[in-house]
């Protein structure tokens, strides 16, 4: 049950401006990767990264939290911890285009893995980096 005084709808409003705070207080940039391999050669890989002119709207989704050891320098950061950037960006929404050609017996086949530039809040506090898509 709610009081009288509306403690309720108070509370929920100073949580939500926190909330608000903290993402605007983050830097944010815009983040697209691209894998393209053929015949399993690594043909091409891109990671772009480019700080934002405008401001994300959106709800942000789950946030992964990296080691910050270096410098507050988002590629810097990415170097370091690749691996669990990319396994964070598969599980969020990556679009798979896969051409199987066979010409004259020979089989050839072309896998394009694309994360789509999307908008990313990046937190440096301490030695930690906090990184949530906004979606």
Wanted: charged share 20%; aromatic share 8%; with cysteine.
């Amino acid at each position: 049950m709610r009081n009288r005084n509306g403690n309720c709808s108070l509370l929920l409003t100073l949580s939500s401006l926190i909330f608000f705070t903290t993402l605007l207080s983050a830097q944010t940039y815009r983040i697209g990767y691209r894998v393209v391999v053929k015949d399993a050669i690594l043909v091409d890989e891109t990671l772009n990264i480019s700080r934002t002119m405008t401001p994300c709207h959106g709800k942000a989704r789950k946030a992964l939290i990296l080691e910050n050891t270096k410098s507050n320098n988002i590629h810097t950061l990415l170097q370091e911890h690749r691996e669990e950037f990319y396994n964070y960006l598969y599980r969020q929404s990556l679009h798979v285009r896969h051409n199987n050609k066979t010409t004259n017996a020979i089989a050839t086949s072309l896998t394009t893995l694309t994360f789509p530039t999307e908008c990313f809040t990046v937190d440096f506090k301490g030695n930690l980096a906090k990184i949530t898509l906004i979606k």
